[in-house]
């Protein structure tokens, strides 16, 4: 299957990917996104820990039913963990491609 300099390299691949993966999720824990609801009314600002931060509601919500307003802090959030979920897919998605040997489908880490 593998010699032993076949393993080698693909030893020193895997040590390089882990590197990779490591400032990849320290970069992703440190990022932080906007969701949004209501063309911009509602704002949640959340890290990439997934932690809110920040909730911002225009004034003009304010006088409007408490329902559509916890429906837009719900679509907010919700808009913001999707947008953490495809940061995450982008940057760690790649790593590792290049990687020789491994099945298709096979992700990082085990």
């Known amino acids: ?36 609801a209501g063309s911009g009314l509602v704002k949640v600002t959340m890290t990439g820990k997934h932690m809110v931060k920040r909730i911002e509601i225009d004034p003009s919500l304010l006088a409007d039913d408490k329902d559509m307003l916890e429906d837009m802090l719900t679509v907010a959030i919700n808009d913001a ?19 020789p040997g491994l099945p298709g489908g096979m992700k990082f880490p085990f």
């Not at 963990?81 to 491609?97: I, V």
């Open 81 to 99: 963990t999707r947008q953490l979920a495809e940061n995450s897919e982008a940057k760690m998605g790649g790593l590792s491609k290049g990687m």
């Open 1 to 36: 299957m593998f010699n032993k300099g076949q393993l080698a390299g693909l030893m020193k691949q895997a040590t390089a990917m882990q590197e990779n993966m490591k400032k990849a999720q320290e970069e992703l824990a440190n990022s932080e996104v906007v969701g949004a």
